[in-house]
C-alpha cells in the first residue's frame, strides 16, 4: 500500500523567515496531494492541495510544488508568523481507495518572534 | 452553521469498558471517516463509510466498531479488545470521491484509566 514519510519531524524559524516541509510517496499512481494544518487541540484543516497534473500551486504565503518522477512533494511557507506555529500533515490519495488519504506523520512548525 | 461536531471534547473511562465517540455532520456528505491520532504517528484510518448503512476496515480496525444507519451520523465504539486505546480520536466527512477535502471534526481525547 501508499507509504507517505515526511520531514522534518519539528522546524524552528525565526519570524519572517521561510519554512519547507517535504513529502515523500511510495504509490506512483497516487494523484492527489493535499497539505492540512492542525492547531493545538483542534481537527486539521485544508490549507492547500495539488493534483497530479500540476507542479506547482500558491495561494498567497503558502505554495506546493510535486516532482511525479520522483515521487515528492514539498510545502513552502514564506514570510512566516507566529500564527503559521502548528502541525502540518502531507498526504497522499490512493487512485484505487476512493478517498482514502494516507498521511504523514507531521511536522511540528515553529515560528519564534 | 454547516459543520462536523464530535462529543466529549475528553472522555475518560475504566479499562475493560466500551465506549463510544459521535460523530455527526451536516454537511450532506456521503463520505464519512475515523483516524486515531497518536504523537509522533500521523493520522490512521481506523473506519470509513462511503454511504448508508455500509462502512470498510481502515487499517487499524481491530478493537474497533462503527455503524452508519444515517448520513449524518457515524458513532465509532472503542471496545473493550482495543489494546491500547488512549488517543485522540478525529472524524471527518466528504463529498463522494478521491480528490474531495475531508473537513475534520474538533476531535475526541479519550483516556483510558
Known amino acids: 500500500g501508499e507509504n507517505v514519510e515526511q520531514h522534518p519531524s519539528t522546524l524552528s524559524v525565526q519570524e519572517g523567515d521561510s519554512a519547507v516541509i517535504k513529502c515523500t510517496y511510495s504509490?506512483?499512481?497516487?494523484?492527489?496531494f493535499p497539505w492540512y494544518k492542525q492547531e493545538l487541540g483542534k481537527g486539521p484543516q485544508l490549507i492547500i492541495d495539488?493534483?497530479?497534473?500540476?507542479g506547482e500551486k500558491k495561494d498567497q504565503r503558502i505554495a506546493v510544488t510535486l516532482n511525479k518522477t520522483a515521487k515528492h512533494f514539498s510545502l513552502h511557507i514564506t514570510e512566516t508568523q507566529p500564527e503559521d506555529s502548528a502541525v502540518y500533515f502531507c498526504?497522499?490519495?490512493?487512485?484505487?481507495?476512493?478517498?482514502?488519504?494516507?498521511f504523514g506523520a507531521g511536522t511540528q512548525v515553529v515560528v519564534t518572534p | 452553521d454547516g459543520g462536523i461536531t464530535q462529543s466529549p471534547k475528553y472522555l475518560f473511562r475504566k479499562e475493560g469498558q466500551n465506549v463510544t465517540l459521535s460523530c455527526e455532520q451536516n454537511?450532506?456528505?456521503?463520505?464519512m471517516y475515523w483516524y486515531r491520532q497518536d504523537p509522533g504517528q500521523g493520522l490512521r484510518l481506523i473506519y470509513y463509510?462511503?454511504?448508508?448503512?455500509?462502512?470498510q476496515k481502515g487499517d487499524i480496525a481491530e478493537g474497533y466498531s462503527v455503524s452508519r444507519e444515517k448520513k449524518e451520523s457515524f458513532p465509532l465504539t472503542v471496545t473493550s479488545a482495543q489494546k491500547n486505546p488512549t488517543a485522540f480520536y478525529l472524524c471527518?466527512?466528504?463529498?463522494?470521491?478521491?480528490?474531495?477535502?475531508?473537513?475534520f471534526g474538533p476531535g475526541t481525547r479519550l483516556t483510558v484509566l
Open positions: 471527518a466527512s466528504s463529498i463522494w470521491g478521491t480528490e474531495n477535502e475531508q473537513f
Open positions: 504509490d506512483s499512481a497516487s494523484n492527489y
Open positions: 495539488i493534483r497530479s497534473n500540476v
Open positions: 498526504a497522499a490519495s490512493i487512485l484505487d481507495s476512493w478517498g482514502k488519504l494516507q
Open positions: 454537511l450532506n456528505h456521503d463520505a
Open positions: 463509510s462511503q454511504i448508508v448503512n455500509d462502512f
